[in-house]
């Protein structure tokens, strides 16, 4: 199985920061890499697919990078609604593998 | 609106069985492969399991701890996707999500899950 790691497995912020979670995989996972959000209570939201590539609805303030083994999700201009727990996932491979999560809160 | 409601959930003992209903609406139901993830109190996201299209038999993958106890299944005309889980077992207690699949093993819409708790 492809392990997901993520890094940090927390971070603070402010309003208004950018912040920039890190997720590695195991073994090369070309572009096939997704990110999601996740509120308390809440299901998980689709942010990115193929690495790079905005869902529909996601605004541009998330991006993502990276091809490989390594791939980054940025957020710039944090808000309060961006406080919650990001997940990468691989889906080169079955099965498919979630990263452990980082809880972004203020 | 494209919307997926699950179904299903409850207590049941370690052994027992349960199945699971994902009703989706506002989209092609066909069109779509479907997913099971599941989440553990606390903890992060496992998939489960899918079930491809028609066009591609319906053939199904499975995470190797549900394998032989779970099985995913589809009933386009009903637009609803099911998860039988047999052989229950503690560690299963879960909020299980199904979710949609576009292409490959991309999810764009999630449902907002239902609790299975698997207790003596």
């Known amino acids: 199985d492809v392990q997901m790691t993520q890094s940090p497995s927390s971070l603070s912020a402010s309003v208004g920061d950018r912040v920039t979670i890190t997720c590695r995989a195991s073994q090369g996972i070309s572009s096939s890499l997704a990110w999601f959000q996740q509120k308390p209570g809440k299901a998980p939201k689709s942010l990115i697919y193929?690495?790079?590539s905005l869902q529909d609805g996601v605004p541009p303030k998330f991006s993502g990078s990276g091809s490989g083994t390594d791939f980054t999700l940025t957020i710039s201009g944090l808000q309060p609604e961006d406080f919650a727990t990001y997940y990468c996932q691989q889906y080169k491979n079955y099965p498919f593998t979630f990263g452990p999560g980082t809880k972004v809160d203020i | 609106e494209v919307d997926l409601v699950e179904s299903g959930g409850g207590l049941v003992q370690p052994g027992g069985s349960l199945r699971l209903s994902c009703a989706a609406s506002g989209f092609t139901f066909s069109d779509y492969y479907m997913d099971w993830v599941r989440q553990a109190p606390g903890k992060g996201l496992e998939w489960v399991g899918r079930?491809?299209?028609?066009?591609?038999?319906?053939?199904?993958e499975y995470a190797a701890s549900v394998k032989g106890r779970f099985t995913v299944s589809r009933d386009d005309l009903k637009n609803s996707l099911f998860l039988q889980m047999n052989s229950l077992k503690t560690e299963d207690t879960a909020v299980y999500y199904c979710a949609r699949s576009p292409t490959g093993g991309i999810f764009d819409i999630w449902g907002q899950g239902t609790m299975v708790t698997v207790s003596s």
């Open positions: 079930i491809r299209r028609k066009v591609n038999s319906d053939t199904t």
């Open positions: 193929a690495a790079s």
